[in-house]
């Protein structure tokens, strides 16, 4: 499911709070999500966030974790 435009790029991310479905106000914190507001990542990474969320869920592991990692007994190859 692709998000909608103003959900993704927003004109005003910095009045909502983000961290849950209720949107609330900056102002009015009703979610009990914390005494701060979540930003909207547009506000933490910039407004390209969208395309390299996407593009680093396509990308291969190279991190080499468990790349060399023996085999469990039993466990066929």
Known sequence: MVPTMSLMLPAHPE???WG???YCPADDLACGNGTIRTPHPCELFGD???EWSTSRRKAPDRSGIGANRPKPS???E
Request: glycine letters at 8%; hydrophobic letters at 35%.
């Open 15 to 17: 009045r909502i709070c």
């Open 20 to 22: 849950c479905d209720k």
């Open 74 to 76: 039993g466990e066929a």
């Open 48 to 50: 390209d966030w969208f």
